[in-house]
């Protein structure tokens, strides 16, 4: 067979053959494609698609011959991005038809053109519609349905963004209303997870470095996804490699918050020090880094105490500094009710 033409663009059905025989009785001499109908060796079998076709070479004194030609098949060319979707009040789709192969987009909705890039942004009801071409010339074009739910959401967790090695940190999920159903994820399966409440999940790390954690959720027919960096640093350690004669550590042998989170009325400081000194505590607004309360506490060791619980705590980040002498420490903590 000579190939006289071949499928450059995926389901087009535009290959076509045509068979020349070496022989000079090709008038008793019939093809088959389809192993049904035999044709004169003059047709010309257009309308193929590509890959292997089988055909049959009949004479009519019955002798019959089976062979078979590959013809190009161009792989299947979709562009990656999602299928129908709902939206709630707020939220936005980000859809990227970026495609190695891919010389051309155009967005449309209703017939109306609205990008000629790769990537568009959608905030509204409505049927959208993406065709490209690629570098062969093929055109392809694909829908997506965009709905709208009615339904004010606040998909949020807090959780520090810096934590020490071998501290447990938890992450909590203060979203608004309460979710139809959750799911928590993280970027690394070395990540020992659990679930402390309904809302609440604790982590430990395998080591200092970046990690993510995710939370999934879905509200009625929206879905949301947010995730968050934590830096895990290794143990603090403020004495020097090189100590000065006499140097007996840091003053600050410790300071924590138990629990952390906490609902804001019910949790513990406790301050160690080396050595009997004054101390300061100060609570400071996340945002603005204002002092919004203080303690001044004399000749202390050690300090237990319930102070700065407040039953009124909103929740959110917190920040808590002590000060002895020149040294410092801030813990971040978090209120979740």
């Known amino acids: 067979p000579t190939i006289l033409s071949e499928e450059m663009c995926f389901g087009t059905k535009t290959a076509s053959i045509k068979f020349k025989l070496n022989s000079a009785d090709t008038f008793n001499i019939k093809i088959s494609l389809d192993s049904q109908q035999y044709y004169d060796t003059s047709k010309i079998f257009n309308g193929l698609s590509g890959g292997l076709k089988q055909f049959f070479v009949r004479s009519n004194s019955g002798c019959t011959y089976k062979s078979s030609v590959n013809l190009f098949s161009p ?4 562009v990656p991005i999602k299928l129908d979707t709902t939206l709630c009040n707020g939220q936005r789709l980000m859809l990227n038809a970026h495609h190695p192969s891919s010389v051309s987009f155009i967005w449309k909705k209703q017939q109306t053109t609205l990008r000629n890039t790769d990537t568009i942004t959608i905030s509204n009801a409505g049927n959208y519609q993406i065709f490209w ?12 349905v965009v709905k709208r739910e009615l339904l004010d959401v606040n998909h949020d967790f807090l959780v520090a963004s810096e934590a020490f090695l071998n501290d447990t940190v938890y992450a909590v999920n203060i979203s608004y209303p309460v979710a139809d159903n959750y799911k928590w994820a993280n970027s690394d399966q070395r990540i020992k997870s659990f679930s402390k409440s309904i809302n609440t999940l604790g982590n430990t790390f395998p080591d200092t470095g970046f990690y993510r954690i995710h939370l999934y959720s879905k509200y009625k027919s929206c879905g949301f996804e947010l995730s968050k960096t934590i830096h895990i640093l290794g143990k603090s350690d403020t004495s020097s490699s090189n100590p000065k004669l006499g140097y007996k550590g840091p003053l600050i042998q410790s300071f924590s918050i138990d629990p952390n989170p906490n609902d804001g009325h019910h949790f513990t400081i406790k301050i160690q020090l080396r ?13 603005s880094g204002d002092i919004i309360g203080d303690i001044d506490l004399r000749n202390k060791k ?4 319930t102070a700065f619980t407040d039953p ?3 929740p ?4 808590l500094k002590v000060v002895a002498g020149n040294e410092h420490k801030t813990i971040k903590y978090i209120v979740a009710k």
Do not use: F, R, W
């Open 75 to 78: 792989e299947p060319y979709t």
């Open 133 to 144: 071409m690629d570098k062969n010339g093929c055109i392809d074009s694909q829908g997506v």
């Open 275 to 287: 050595d009997t000194h004054n101390i300061s505590i100060y609570k400071l607004d996340p945002v």
């Open 302 to 305: 050690y300090y237990e105490s």
């Open 312 to 314: 009124y705590a909103t």
């Open 316 to 319: 959110g980040v917190y920040y």
